[in-house]
């Protein structure tokens, strides 16, 4: 079960609208190392995590990511309100005006659609969260292009926000992969 | 209801100020606890024992939830699905919506 | 509360390692990928954790690009 609450985890302000930055963004929501993938991922490989800690983690930070789709897609709402059909065509929007008007889509800066395959579930936890560590970074490595690309300083501090909650995510991965590890080991030397 | 309510020339000028009644500044309060609440949950759920960060937890739920029964008096349901009530009429449809 | 005997040790606390033994005697294997485990210190008021992107200074690393 999960309960909605009606406000974003972190406020979002743009500077003006800006569709050529929403086109780029938009990979953090339907990008391979975006937010829908990642909330995905974790709350789909909990149920074959052999620990309750690794079921619980997996569990809050796959919430805490389906609320970073939440901030990427109002970021794209936002830079892309009011935005004329020519304005959308000029910044690479073209496309994107023609299928979906200004409603938004899970695609990757270059119009790719999401895919199911770019999450992971081995059902090997160990695979699965040195996955996870792997998702976390690049993750980073890509909010860390878009604050290059970004011309918004509101934009960026939003971005420079999500970028430090993939580090604490990857530190929360790596103590439940510390852990985990542990855990095999007892089995089989027990 | 403070000053601003009385001189609404206040609230124009004071924007960027605290304003304990403005909808935004109210919601940021709840932002910037529930994060903490995030990120000692987080921490806690792969060292939970740790006392100091389970009393930090613990104090913090009792002032979220204090913030959020303020917010929702002036602004109406933060929540859905029988976690909050609702004046007068339903009001959890009403903006503002993220 | 501290379980481990020095910090940054990638010993699970609690986990029982060989039988005997200690968390010192914990060894790192081959081809396994460890994170040193965090020890929460001083922590950021909610204002100034929001405003960092999180509650540890320990964990601050901002991008300079």
Known sequence: MWIYQKNLEYPVKVCGPNPKLAKVIITQYGGPDGELSASLRYLNQRYSMPTDKARGLLTDIGTEEMGHMEIVATIFYKLTRGVSPQQMEAAGLGGHYAQHNHALFWNDANGVPWVASYVAATGDPITDLTEDMDAEQKARATYEHLIQLSDDPLITDVLRFLREREIVHFQRFGETLNDVQGFMNSKKFF | MDKNQENPQAQKVTTTAYNNNNQEDMLLEIQQLQFTAIELNLYLDTHPDDQQALMSYNSIVPQLKQRIASYEQLYGPLFHFGLSTSQLSWQWINSPWP | ?65
């Not at chain 3, 994170?35 to 929460?40: G, R």
């Open chain 3, 1 to 65: 509360m501290n379980y481990y005997p020095y910090p940054n040790i990638p010993v699970m606390p609690g986990t029982p390692l060989k039988p005997g033994s200690s968390t010192q005697d914990f060894e790192f294997q081959l081809a396994h990928a460890y994170v040193p485990w965090q020890n929460m210190g001083q922590v950021f008021s909610p204002a100034e954790a929001l405003t960092r992107g999180t509650l540890f200074p320990e964990l601050v690393m901002p991008y300079i690009g």
